[in-house]
């Protein structure tokens, strides 16, 4: 198989998003006087979007349907703010060579979308991304296949000659479910384990490693 496309997964993957992530959420948390939660306890509630997360930060026996709404609607606007985040080592060298051997480049993340447009156009460098899809109010979150397929329709590729790359489960069942190559990298906030029993096909240590699936040509 000839890849000629790459989709990548943001938080964990282009960009180590965890302290920003974190400041957000316990920010939304002590504006509505519920307690934080630690940084690295994080790292496995990340990946499904804002209001999972904050199902998941509340304590539990706070975690009603308004309370779920009112906090992730507040963090999804706190995490416009990038102080901390910065793309892993390697990222935008691997970008620039893609885009230097036509590769199309997407990005689709259950980061609410005008954070991750923010994001992508303030971190990297301009039309390195052919397009970038994150979660709005209409669209079925990873591991949904649905923004995956609607991402390659606009940039006119299909799933079997695309790579989908990202640090989590959710990842590897969305490269699964939307029939992309799922592979996983291990820079970002799963384990190595997570993503073996995920079904990644192959886990990368470095950016530059994807070159063994894809080729320079």
């Known amino acids: 198989m000839r890849y000629r496309c790459v989709i990548f997964d943001c938080d964990g993957t282009l960009v180590d998003t965890l302290e920003d992530i ?3 959420m316990n920010t939304a948390l002590a504006e509505y006087n519920f307690p934080p939660v630690a940084i690295e306890n994080y790292r496995e509630m990340v990946g499904w979007g804002v209001y999972r997360l904050a199902a998941l ?3 539990e026996k ?3 349907e308004q309370n779920i709404k009112t906090l992730g609607n507040r963090a999804a606007l706190l995490m416009e703010k990038q102080e901390k985040s910065r793309p892993y080592p390697g990222i935008p060298e691997l970008l620039a060579e893609l885009k230097a051997k036509k590769f199309v ?3 689709v993340s259950n980061k609410p979308d005008a954070a991750l447009r923010r994001m992508t156009s303030s971190l990297f460098s301009p039309f390195v991304f052919d397009a970038v899809c994150g979660l709005g109010p209409d669209m079925a979150p990873k ?6 397929w609607e991402l390659l329709a606009d940039i006119n590729r299909v799933p079997g000659e695309t790579v989908f790359m990202g640090d989590s489960e959710i990842d590897i069942e969305t490269a699964r479910n939307a029939g992309c190559y799922p592979l996983g990298v291990s820079w970002g906030f799963r384990s190595r384990s997570v993503l073996e029993k995920a079904g990644a096909a192959r886990i990368i240590d470095t950016p530059q490693e994807i070159w063994e699936i894809i080729g320079r040509k």
């Open 143 to 148: 591991p949904d296949p649905s923004a995956v």
């Open 57 to 59: 930060a509340l304590p």
């Open 105 to 107: 480049v997407g990005v």
């Open 22 to 24: 974190a400041a957000a």
């Open 62 to 64: 706070e975690r009603t």
